[in-house]
């Protein structure tokens, strides 16, 4: 592998691991917050790249324009679902014993991926990249497409905007504290459920933006929700549940691992995931950046 | 009187495919669908060893169902080794398989098992899915021989046979120390450590005789289908056992296979009142899950409190 | 006596940089009834999570009967013969108060992996986690369900199934916890009862200096990540250090 070549892999592997990590942190955001872990997570984020796909179809001209309108509009949409979603059904088990919790976000995995399949059918189905990311960027000598270029920008856009958020604002403050001390949320005069369901929602507005994302980057169909979730599943083992800066670095392991596994053995590179999380659990149950429990 | 109550409903099971065989090719179908509701009934008492009993939440049992099948597949089909050795197989290879899984599974606990067995279950689909030289991917394998004498009547007959052979083996398991100490380690696993139990080497041991029983019951699956394909592994198919249980009462060594068998009859009627609904099967099974998780807890401990302080 | 049961050598441990012990010392001898002591958040339940293998110290040693126990997990050191009794009852609520010692003495007999008898037909075991009831007063309760007893029942099962193993030594940590005084006294006679009775190594946590200096024959206090002081009862009350560290803001 010449050096130029190794750059090239190393960006398209970043790229995919900036995608998984806005998914993921979208997840572990929620685990560290609600202490549920959301199975449909990925359903919501299949659902955003289905919805881009049918409001793309209706913009249809391409432009960079309509795309950021997609970008706009689709993760605010996935996030009022999330909002229906988090008041109706999963503020009545946070309360409960995990087994309940564990069931009732798998209920809705049921439902979701088969609504899914209801309304959009069984066929692929893709967004068209917007004239300006359709091209291509010369890496020494070699052609990276624009469009991961643009992922590779969002992505760390999207990790500092949590970092702010997380680190630099009351609502930021209040959630870490949620993390790490959630009983005593409540005598501090803070409206618990109101950081969970806006927590919640915030998950399934990262869930919505990589599904947008995703939907130009490559063709969707029924089973991206299920192969996200269980990558993203992967990061936050290997990460640590709860933790963002966890979340970030495993994604980028998975994505660029994957990449890499791709050129010696094709299709079996799927299963980089479970071999890096494999040696994650032998070695350190609780992930890199997370803290055993007890 | 409950030996007398088992022995009826037994007379009555047995009796049941020569009644339906005289309603005609109609009768036939019903023998079909008992069938298949014994082999998932098996398949949900399997995965309730570990989920009602061990307290271990796996969401990926179809796994081993998908191993059993296509063991059973593989071996008669491509090594043309006859059917009984072949079912033989299946629960050792499953076995083997959940040994192999177990030991990564059981080194968490609560959530984070669970989150590893559904990884686990899609790896295990992923690699049959991308397999196609061994396991014809995702056209699955078709056309698995039938011996002469499995008519319908007889492979009901077999199966049922079966599922009593493994109700008495599971009976035994759950009524013995073994029994008593995974119970245990459901009821505080704390605890359990601290009283000398070495908790991992139940659980996964637990989890692999959930495995082979699993293994077995699809192995009986493709056999009355002739055929087996990815859907046997999908993480779609572990649901299933998961939802009998709840429905039919986690606590139970039988309930799960009744609620196996209330579900499967559902998704007939389901199927008979228009072909389309059955595309909503797992919206289905989806709205019932979310309503026994909202609405029926209290009653599942109810049931539980029952079975408890009356047998176990 | 003078046979050394338990002996902690040069105990050290901290989480996440926080230092928790520093380099404590002692020995625990055969038949001894003691006590360790100590105010709030100096690591009295941390100490016996160290001893008992449920946390790995960072440095120094813990020997049990002779044996460097470190590293073991806890079910192993259990079968060597040591048990605990929890601060927060720890018990298995849905089982019957029976069978929460049965299942105990099944796990201590080894004869739990054995798949094809039935447990039910034991006699044996049945009736000998009868008379351990009994011996902790709870015979009449025997069927019923032990998640609902009162709280002060429930401290008694965890001490039965602690009993059930027949341990060499024997942790209690604050067996008193959350009682009414009546309760109180009825559980530290039933503490020196047993350890009279049954020829016990005996090793517990107290919170209330009255039950502390009334019946351990020795008392070790912790406190500043070191163990300040260790001797009689006599010896203790009369220790300057220890009347000013703990006892001074008490009384």
């Known amino acids: ?294 | 009187m409950n030996w007398i109550a088992a022995a009826l409903v037994l007379i009555l099971l047995v009796s049941l495919p020569f009644v339906l065989m005289k309603f005609g090719k109609i009768g036939e179908y019903w023998v079909w669908v008992s069938t298949e509701m014994i082999i998932m009934g098996l398949f949900a008492m399997s995965l309730n060893l570990i989920l009602g009993f061990g307290g271990m939440v796996s969401f990926g049992h179809a796994a081993f169902f998908g191993v059993g099948a296509y063991t059973v597949a593989l071996l008669m089909k491509k090594a043309s080794v006859p059917f009984y050795l072949a079912l033989a197989a299946a629960p050792l290879v499953a076995a083997i398989a959940a040994t192999i899984i177990g030991w990564f599974c059981v080194r968490l606990i609560g959530l984070y098992f669970s989150i590893l067995t559904l990884a686990f279950g899609q790896l295990l689909y992923m690699i049959v899915f991308q397999w196609y030289t061994f396991t014809g991917g995702d056209d699955g394998i078709h056309g698995i021989p039938r011996p002469e004498i499995l008519t319908p009547t007889n492979y009901y007959l077999l199966c049922l046979l079966i599922f009593v052979m493994c109700f008495m083996l599971m009976r035994m398991i759950v009524n013995s120390s073994f029994g008593l100490t995974i119970r245990t380690v459901r009821e505080n696993m704390e605890r359990s450590k601290f009283i000398g139990i070495n908790v991992r080497s139940y659980q996964w041991l637990n989890f692999i005789i959930a495995g082979a029983f699993a293994g077995l019951s699809g192995g009986l699956f493709a056999e009355l289908n002739r055929f087996a394909q990815t859907e046997f592994l999908h993480w779609s198919k572990s649901a299933e056992p998961i939802l009998a249980s709840l429905v039919g009462g986690m606590y139970s060594l039988v309930g799960p296979a009744i609620g196996a068998a209330v579900l499967m009859f559902l998704k007939i009627i389901l199927q008979q009142a228009h072909k389309a609904l059955i595309e909503t099967w797992a919206i289905v099974l989806g709205c019932i899950l979310l309503l026994v998780v909202l609405f029926a807890p209290s009653g599942l401990v109810g049931i539980y409190r029952k079975v408890f302080s009356k047998s176990e | 006596m003078a046979k050394p049961v338990l002996e902690v050598v040069n105990l050290s441990k901290s989480f996440d940089g926080a230092q928790v012990f520093n380099d404590i010392s002692y020995t625990v001898e055969e038949g001894e009834l003691s006590s360790i002591i100590g105010p709030n958040g100096a690591g009295k339940t941390t100490m016996f999570n160290l001893i008992t293998g449920h946390l790995v110290p960072d440095r120094g040693e813990v020997l049990f009967m002779g044996q460097d126990i470190v590293g073991k997990q806890p079910f192993e050191i259990v079968k060597l013969g040591m048990a605990r009794a929890f601060q927060r009852t720890s018990i298995f609520p849905r089982m019957s108060v029976l069978e929460n010692v049965v299942t105990t003495i099944i796990t201590r007999e080894h004869g739990n992996l054995n798949m094809f008898k039935a447990f039910r037909k034991r006699d044996k075991v049945y009736s000998e986690a009868y008379e351990l009831l009994k011996s902790v007063e709870l015979e009449g309760m025997a069927e019923r369900q032990s998640g609902v007893l009162a709280h002060g029942n429930q401290k008694r099962l965890d001490i039965a199934i602690a009993l059930a193993l027949k341990p060499k030594l024997l942790l209690l940590d604050e067996p008193t916890a959350g009682m009414s005084p009546e309760e109180r006294k009825q559980t530290v006679e039933l503490v020196k009862n047993l350890w009279e009775r049954l020829d016990l190594t005996m090793l517990f946590i107290e919170h209330d200096m009255d039950i502390v200096f009334g019946i351990s024959q020795k008392v070790r206090v912790l406190c500043y990540k070191t163990l300040l002081a260790e001797g009689t009862p006599e010896q203790i009350s009369a220790n300057p250090q220890v009347i000013e560290a703990y006892l001074g803001e008490e009384v």
């Not at chain 1, 432009?63 to 950021?68: A, G, R, V």
Request: hydrophobic residues 55%; charged residues 10%.
């Open chain 1, 1 to 294: 592998m010449t050096f130029e070549y190794f750059v090239f892999m190393l960006l398209n592997g970043l790229s995919q691991g900036m995608l998984l990590f806005i998914i993921a942190s979208g997840l572990s955001l929620v685990f560290g917050v609600l202490r549920v872990i959301n199975f449909a997570h990925g359903s919501l984020y299949m659902i955003g790249a289905y919805l881009a796909y049918s409001l793309s179809a209706t913009l249809t001209d391409g432009s960079m324009l309509s795309f950021l309108a997609l970008l706009v509009a689709v993760p605010p949409a996935v996030a009022i679902l999330g909002f229906v979603v988090e008041v109706t059904l999963f503020r009545r088990v946070y309360r409960e014993e995990h087994l309940l919790q564990l069931l009732l976000t798998y209920s809705l995995v049921l439902i979701l991926d088969d609504v899914v399949r209801v309304i959009w059918g069984g066929d692929p189905r893709n967004v068209a990249r917007p004239d300006l990311l359709a091209g291509s960027v010369d890496i020494m000598g070699l052609a990276l497409p624009t469009y991961n270029v643009f992922i590779l920008v969002i992505g760390p856009v999207i990790a500092l905007g949590l970092w702010l958020l997380l680190y630099k604002t009351r609502t930021g403050n209040i959630i870490r504290a949620a993390v790490s001390f959630p009983d005593t949320l409540g005598a501090l005069g803070v409206n618990v459920s109101r950081v969970m369901t806006a927590t919640f929602m915030l998950g399934c507005w990262l869930a919505g933006l990589g599904g947008v994302l995703v939907a130009a980057l490559a063709s969707v169909d029924l089973g991206i929700g299920m192969e996200k979730i269980i990558e993203s599943f992967a990061v936050v083992v290997i990460g640590g549940l709860g933790s963002v800066g966890g979340a970030l670095l495993g994604s980028l392991i998975i994505g660029v691992g994957i990449t890499f596994f791709q050129l010696p053995f094709g299709r079996w590179a799927l299963v980089f995931p479970y071999l890096v999380m494999a040696a994650v659990l032998i070695i350190r149950p609780w992930g890199l950046f997370g803290k055993p429990e007890r």
